[in-house]
């Protein structure tokens, strides 16, 4: 079949079209360490569940946006599966992880809110004779060296932090002192499958990482995502202090804190939605 130049051009504008379609088709994948700590599930239209590899993964939409959303559990390894298992199975555009991280910025207050910038495993490494002497990880099957940190995709980070002026946040009652508004900070946050207590531990992650947060799960979703290329984002919420061994009572500010997250990661999926 023979086409003239303006048949060209209209097909091609056809293709051009669908294929716009096909990648607006594509779910934002949402991933957080339980459904019982960032209950989001709620506010999802039309929602239904698929299980892959025993996993749960729930689909639907928020403000017209398709989503699908998984629960990590908690650790690097749990995350790493369920993070690969949400590209593999449900080929998103990119993934949002809300969790909760303990504080390694003395500036911050419980229900403040991390954007993680850069990433970084701190249990990556060698131990001797207590120092420890950081490595790289490694690509799965290429072998070559990833980066120390893993970088937020920074189209997502720049419309995240271009919403942040219209939201209207819950105050945070941290049963010492005075409700006040929570903030919101891009920062790096470093993982690790060991729980830090230690004030002189923190202290040395602070400095080496110059890190603003700790958790044990976000920089193990964000190596799977830096290797299967799919843009990336952190938002996690301070639940432990940088000189407290206390973690807060999650009961005592729960309701607001998780209100605050759901409210961040709605306005981020709308905007996605418009690009």
């Not at 003239?4 to 051009?16: I, N």
């Not at 593999?88 to 992880?97: G, K, N, S, Y």
């Not at 490494?125 to 790289?136: A, F, I, P």
């Not at 072998?143 to 419309?159: I, K, M, V």
Request: aromatic share 8%.
């Amino acid at each position: 079949m023979r086409y003239f130049p303006s048949k060209l051009a209209l097909v091609l504008s056809l293709l051009l079209q669908c294929v716009a379609c096909l990648a607006l088709a594509k779910p934002v994948g949402i991933l957080q360490v339980s459904q019982q700590s960032i209950p989001i599930l709620p506010n999802i239209v039309n929602a239904h569940t698929i299980r892959v590899m025993r996993i749960n993964f729930v689909c639907g939409t928020i403000n017209g946006v398709p989503v699908v959303v998984g629960d990590t559990g908690s650790g690097k390894v749990n995350a790493a599966l369920v993070s690969t298992v949400l590209i593999q199975q449900f080929h998103v555009r990119c993934i949002l992880f809300n969790g909760y991280a303990s504080s390694l910025n003395s500036s911050l207050r419980v229900g403040d809110i991390v954007m993680g910038s850069h990433t970084a495993e701190f249990d990556v490494g060698e131990l001797s004779q207590g120092m420890m002497k950081y490595e790289y990880t490694n690509t799965t099957g290429t072998n070559t060296p990833n980066p120390l940190y893993f970088p937020a995709d920074q189209s997502l980070l720049r419309l995240a932090e271009d919403v942040v002026g219209s939201l209207h946040f819950s105050q945070i009652d941290d049963a010492g002192g005075l409700p006040y508004l929570p903030r919101i900070i891009s920062g790096t946050v470093v993982t690790g499958d060991i729980l830090v207590s230690s004030q002189r531990k923190k202290e040395l992650l602070k400095r080496y990482f110059h890190a603003d947060a700790l958790d044990r799960e976000t920089a193990a979703i964000a190596q799977v995502c830096w290797e299967e290329k799919t843009p990336y984002l952190s938002v996690i919420t301070i639940s432990r202090l940088y000189r407290s061994d206390t973690r807060v009572d999650l009961n005592s500010f729960h309701k607001d804190a998780a209100s605050n997250i759901i409210q961040f990661d709605e306005a981020i999926i709308s905007r996605i939605g418009k690009h």
